[in-house]
């Protein structure tokens, strides 16, 4: 739980990334039976498994900037090509893009649009 973890941890900095990550999780946790880690010679936060199938990936970030884009965005892509998935999401604070890399369709969206249900278009 965010709050309870706001108010008894101690931390010298924001963790602002790894709440957002900690509200997809539980978000996903409501809505899918099955919630995993990819991790291969990248990382990427969520795959979900529906059905016996790996179905969407999912990348957190607070902000994705030129520093953490190629780590973020090759972790999806990854995941993305060990799963034969042709869309992915990178879930951020308020930042909002569709991208096509290597054939891919990967939608960046702000949590508050995923978090009402705008995760397909």
């Known amino acids: 739980d965010n709050g309870l973890r706001n108010q008894v941890a101690f931390r010298f900095s924001g963790d602002s990334g790894k709440l957002l990550e900690n509200v997809v999780f539980l978000q996903l946790k409501r809505d899918c039976s099955e919630v995993y880690y990819y991790k291969n010679k990248k990382e990427c936060d969520f795959l ?32 993305m090509e060990s799963f034969n998935l042709k869309k992915g999401s990178v879930i951020t604070r308020n930042q909002e893009e569709k991208l096509r890399l290597q054939g891919k369709e990967i939608r960046i969206i702000p949590i508050y649009k995923w978090l009402i249900g705008e995760q397909e278009e």
């Open 48 to 79: 979900i498994k529906e059905k016996n199938k790996i179905t969407k990936a999912i990348q957190v970030t607070d902000v994705l900037t030129e520093a953490n884009k190629e780590r973020e965005l090759n972790g999806l892509l990854s995941a």
